[in-house]
């Protein structure tokens, strides 16, 4: 099965920039979606960028459009998510995670394999 492990975890300040890693194994061939999630104390949840198998396809929630960005390095079967300009409203468990459907967006429950996710913390 696929698996996930996520990495990159850190505590910043507000204003400062995280990156975030999520290296894969196993059939990542049957991957059709691989995106991020986060989950605040007391909060859902959160879809917050999707990047298709191939990389060329992108999706954001309007919560970060314009200061994250998600990729996928292909040969390091690894799933990135540089976050620039963070801000404490950003401050939560980071889980990376992967779709089997051919059409999904940021939904958990579209979502088959999760990763253990890595926390993030932005002091004001």
């Known amino acids: 099965q696929v698996q996930l492990v996520s990495s990159g975890g850190v505590s910043v300040q507000t204003g400062e920039s995280v990156r975030l890693s999520c290296t894969t194994s196993?059939?990542?061939?049957?991957?059709?979606?691989w995106a991020w999630f986060r989950e605040a104390p007391g909060k859902q949840r959160e879809g917050i960028a999707q990047v298709s198998s191939d990389g060329q396809n992108v999706l954001y929630a309007d919560s970060v459009k314009g200061r994250f960005g998600i990729g996928r390095d292909q040969i390091n079967e690894r799933i990135d998510l540089q976050m620039n300009n963070v801000s404490p409203e950003d401050s939560g468990v980071y889980y990376c995670?992967?779709?089997?459907?051919?059409?999904?967006?940021?939904?958990?429950?579209?979502?088959?394999?999760w990763g253990q996710g890595t926390q993030v913390v932005v002091s004001s």
């Open positions: 196993g059939p990542t061939f049957i991957v059709y979606h």
């Open positions: 995670a992967a779709s089997l459907l051919k059409n999904c967006g940021l939904t958990p429950t579209q979502y088959h394999y």
